[in-house]
């Protein structure tokens, strides 16, 4: 008799049948139809499981902290990282803290992972079959680890205000300019029935994050159960939304200028730490970690872990001790929180679900069927006793009980904006100063909340704020059309200086005829952007470079022109060297070297920088010859009108699958090149109409 693999006799059933049913549309989408929601929870489970088992079962073994033991050597150092901040312990400890039906839901969603697994073995890759089965703990610390480790108290970033503090610099003055467009990129914008033509709210979610098989990664869902009805996509591996909307509402994300991680220098004598004039003990811990080897064979490594009343020291090299304190740790339901938004159906119940106060970070935009919109600065931010923004994004003293912040401040005490009489509520990842017009008055507000935003903000910021600031009451057609909007704000504020100080050039004839945007088959934007990728560089470049200066309370008549008309063309002519040379001609095509490719598809690509001021946002980083790949930007994007038949239209960047050999790998590549999002299908008649196979439990 054959035996089954080992992790298959783990996976018995473990899930009640409840007549649930997933319609999978012809995008790889599941519809997801259940008559409980444990049934619901458990049937997303096996559908992340069908189009993401590798990738999801990856990041639950490295939130174990065992991904070395499972994979070898090189996922050391994350490990290191994940079991030093006691990921694996307090994943246990949030588990048992959930509200028991929550729990369920957890479990179901692990479930459906496992049955999946148990009947599609042969689906999921052989090296990721060890991470089976998978639990609610599992779930939970997947959570924790992304989100306070990865998003907010990440090793990178430890490094990054290290290095900055022992050179004293600050980390943006460290930060190379793809670093800066990387550090953190969505669009999101709220409209109301002031700026809406058809009268009724409207909603843009965009969030920027990487593309691949990485953390960041989204997944579009249908999810409808009991007083259940969302649209919308988590990261995988989450059992939940991050952004969506139901018949009624819905809210997007933008990561924001939150200070939520905070590291300390500790002065150490004899052992022992400084704190308000005493020495005190650090707490001790040794942990083994196991590591793979070539061979097969397991070898072990001792962690010794210190903690302080900070947190655990995170960097120590004999001279500088560093301890770590990450904001909402002791505050364990955010997956419930995500859950609760999801099922909010006006602006009352969103704001509630906002009061629990479980998810540390993300501006949260929103709005609703009752024409009700809302940007929030949401997130934990610590009580400080003094300080301001700036002097809390360094390394900080921790010697003194005057740094140590325990509480945070209130969802009343964020700043926001509720119904504003523009009509319209804006975010880019700025400082939330300029959500709307008027401007916030940010004296209401302790420095220590954001940065002072008085400076000259990104380009692709004043690019939106061009956008939805225009007098023209916005249709939904228009919205659509603005989200994809592939125009370049830094062409329309300089062109007309760089084209006077090249006049007569070769450049500047292929330029002059340029229309300023970066579709796929506009010529002049190459160009364009190899003289920007030159010429704008360093901390503050632009701000520096600019001939009219930055005037926050006219963004769009300052902020204009070049200061230097010599240094201008200098930097002209060696991209024009460049570009003839790499490329045969001043005018290539941008969709030539700009390219956006999934799987095996390899298509033209369009949008660009948000350094250059385009709010289709596409970070082109991965170079493959001559050409480049989209490595980061637009992700999962919607476009929403929330009318008594609702108007919405989505896609998934990249695909909804991440498994070898789908389908789904790099079907939604041709909406990209056509800039267009497919319509949203909630009615059963409409999904069957594009209907590619069903499962039913």
Known sequence: MRLLPLFLLFLAPCFAADKTEILWDTYGVPHIFATTREGMFHAHGWAQAQNQANLLLKLYGESRGRAAEYWGPTHLQ???????????????????????????????????????????????????????????????????????????????????????HQRGRTVAELRTPLE????????????????????????????????????????????????????????????????????????????????????????????????????????????????????????????????????????????????????????????????????????????????????????????????????????????????????????????????????????????????????????????????????????????????????????????????????????????MADKLSTRMELADRILPDLLKAAAGTDAANVLEKWDGLTETDSRGAVLFQMFADRFFTGPNAYAAKLRVKYDPADPMHSGYGLADPAATLAALNSAAGECRKTYGSLDVKWGDVYRFGSGTGDVPGNGGAGNSGIFRTIAFSRKEGNRFYAAHGDTFHCAVEFSANQKANCAVSYGNSSQPGSPHLADQLPLMTEKKLHPVLREKKDIRAHLASTDRF
């Open 78 to 164: 994350l490990d290191r990282w994940v079991q030093l901040n006691g990921v694996p312990e307090r994943a246990k400890q949030w588990y048992a803290a959930q509200d028991p039906e929550f729990r369920k839901y957890l479990d179901a969603f692990a479930a459906g992972i496992n049955d999946y697994a148990r009947a599609h073995p042969n689906s999921i890759g052989e090296e990721y079959r060890q991470v089976l089965p998978v639990t609610g703990i599992d779930v939970v610390g997947h959570s924790l680890r992304i989100v306070h480790y990865m998003y907010m108290g990440s090793r990178e970033r430890m490094q990054r205000e290290v290095a900055a």
């Open 180 to 479: 800066e467009e990387l550090a953190g990129e969505s669009n999101t914008w709220a409209i109301g029935p002031a700026h809406s033509a058809s009268g009724k709210a409207m909603l843009i979610v965009n969030p920027h994050l990487a593309w691949g098989d990485t953390f960041y990664r989204y997944m579009e869902v249908h999810l409808t159960g009991p007083g259940y009805d969302l649209y919308g996509a988590p990261q995988i591996g989450l059992p939940v939304p991050v952004v969506g909307f139901n018949r009624r509402a819905g809210w997007s994300r933008t990561v924001n200028t939150i200070d939520t991680v905070d590291f300390y220098e500790l002065k150490v004598r004899d052992g022992q730490y400084e704190f308000d004039g005493q020495l005190k003990p650090f707490e001790h811990e040794t942990k083994t970690l196991r590591i793979k080897q070539p061979n097969g064979t397991m070898a072990e490594e001792k962690l010794e872990i210190r903690r302080s009343i900070h947190g655990p020291v995170v960097f120590d090299d004999g001279k500088l001790t560093v301890a770590m304190r990450v904001a909402g740790l002791d505050r364990p339901k955010m997956l419930q929180q995500w859950f609760r938004m999801g099922e909010a159906r006006n602006l009352e119940q969103f704001k509630e679900a906002l009061r629990m106060m479980m998810i540390p970070m993300w501006n949260a935009s929103y709005a609703d069927a009752d024409g009700h919109i809302m940007l929030v600065f949401d997130g934990l931010v610590p009580k400080r006793k003094s300080g301001d923004y700036e002097a809390w994004s360094k390394v900080v003293r921790g010697d003194t009980s005057e740094t140590l912040w325990t509480e945070y401040l209130s969802f009343d005490e964020l700043p926001k904006v509720i119904d504003p009489p523009s009509g319209w509520a804006h975010n880019t990842n700025e400082p939330p100063w300029d959500m709307t017009l008027p401007l916030l008055d940010r004296a209401k507000y302790a420095a220590y909340v954001a940065p002072k935003g008085d400076t000259l903000p990104q380009m692709r910021t004043l690019r939106s704020l061009r956008m939805i600031s225009e007098p023209e009451k916005l249709t939904y057609e228009k919205l």
